[in-house]
């Protein structure tokens, strides 16, 4: 028989030193080396109440560039945001004062000027005007030589000075013979009066900082300047109207039978208020006469007193103006001015009829308007709310209307402007004075000082500023100042009819050349542009 197998134990190996070993079933096990598993990883078990582990370090190298390019876009988001938040270059405060001062010297200025220009235009002769305002026109285009020469503080000092000698010398009885040559002498210092004013902004936008920057420092000064003016219009004349009430003078005690105009025949005066509605009443009293001396019942007029003592109130406020003109002004001369530019310049030729315009429209509402339609209606009781309503909605439309054309705005503005103003021609066109229309005198005003800071804004937007400014500013103040001096020279001879119908015609020629000017500028800063 054969052996039987042995069945005892044998003792196995200890497991130290060696690694437990998992055979495969596979059928190419004697082909393939199967590699040593570890045995925590064949009892590794995820438990649920466990935290998953970090990602291992392996995809770190990938990430690293991701951090870089966000780091980067950090540091330029906050260098970008640092450009944001910084703050523009600030004027300097004694620029800024100076300029406050000069505001306030021309503000005072025009609070004893235009009230008087006005008071003087409709109550005597309007001719020494027109003497005045043709010489400033034969100055102006001398106007940047002399402040070249002389500079803005001197050429604002001098101006303030002959103003307030001329107003000075209303409060007495001086003769005619002394009076022309000081209404010359104040004629030869406006013109360059207004360019040093004008300057003395440009010279304050050139510290503002870059291009955009001095553009809208250059709109707020002249903004500045043009309210002080409006804000003296308005000042003197509640002057004028405090006066009225403290010196009034009833026209209706004045009225006498035989009171009659000198170029009409009346059956008896004073006239009936039908008198004042017949068609054919402005034609047969025009020019001078264009209504009595004694013009309604319920008109007021001031005292000889009273005007003494008004006027010697105005030249009071002139001779502030001189001194705040002198620590406001700037005693550095100007640049020279650019006589070529002055030529090929567009801004010269295109801007003349809109000047013309506006010194028409502006003789017009100071002389012939203030005399027909308010000394004639109401007194002088009724003008001086037709100047305060002109100054008021002035100084409101310069305001705001000069902030909407600094948008791009500048055509619908001269659209709603000329529309506007053609219809308020119209209006005092078929107007005629009567005594119950009290309120319309104020009303037109107010509106016709609207329309005229329209075009003062969208004239003086398109030709301050830019090189070579000076010349053709210039000649466009010498239009403005023949339009000065024509209006009051035809508030001696032309009735207002005529006067309306020339005025519309010079608004036609005024927005045809204005807007070939746009044109033009628009197409030389889109050529800037592109280059």
Known sequence: MGSLPDLTERSRPSPVGRTASRTVSDPHRHRAVIPQIPVSTICKKEWLWKKPKTPSRVAQPAVVPRRRDSAASSLGAASVRKL?????????????????????????CATALLPFTAFAGAEAAAMP????HSIAAVIAPFSPL???????????????????ILITAHTVATPLSVLLPLYGLCGMTLSPMSLALT??????????????????ALRRALRALR?????????????????????PENLMQLAQPSATPTNITLQKWPPSEEYFLE????????????????????????????????????ASVALASIGLGVYGASSTPGPPPDARSIVKDPRTL????????IGLQQGFIYTSYIKWYGVCVGGWSCAWRALFGAGCLQALAAATLSMAAARGRRGALAAGGAAAHASLMLALLRWRAARTDLALPAVAAAAWGACAALWDVLQVGACVGGAGWRGPWAATLGARHVGLAAACAARQFVCVRAQLATLAAALAAALLAHAALELRLRRGEAGRHRS
């Open 129 to 132: 005007l027109a003497l005045m």
């Open 279 to 314: 068609d054919d009443y402005e034609e047969r009293t025009c020019g001078a006469a264009g209504c009595p001396n004694t013009q309604s019942l319920s008109g007021t007029a001031l005292t000889a007193e009273g005007r003494r003592i008004l006027v010697a109130v105005w």
């Open 84 to 108: 944001l938040t910084r703050q523009p270059p600030k004027v300097p405060k004694p620029i800024v004062n100076r300029f406050t001062l000069l505001c306030l010297s021309s503000g005072l």
């Open 199 to 216: 300057a003395s902004a440009t010279t304050l936008a050139q510290a503002a900082g870059d291009e955009v920057r001095r553009k809208i």
């Open 350 to 357: 295109l801007g003349i009829p809109m000047g013309l315009f």
């Open 227 to 247: 309210a002080a003016q409006d804000l003296g219009l308005v000042f003197g004349s509640l002057l004028l109207g405090g006066a009225l009430m403290i010196w």
């Open 146 to 164: 002399i402040l070249q020469k002389l500079g803005a503080r001197i050429v604002i000092t001098i101006a303030h000075i002959l103003v307030f």
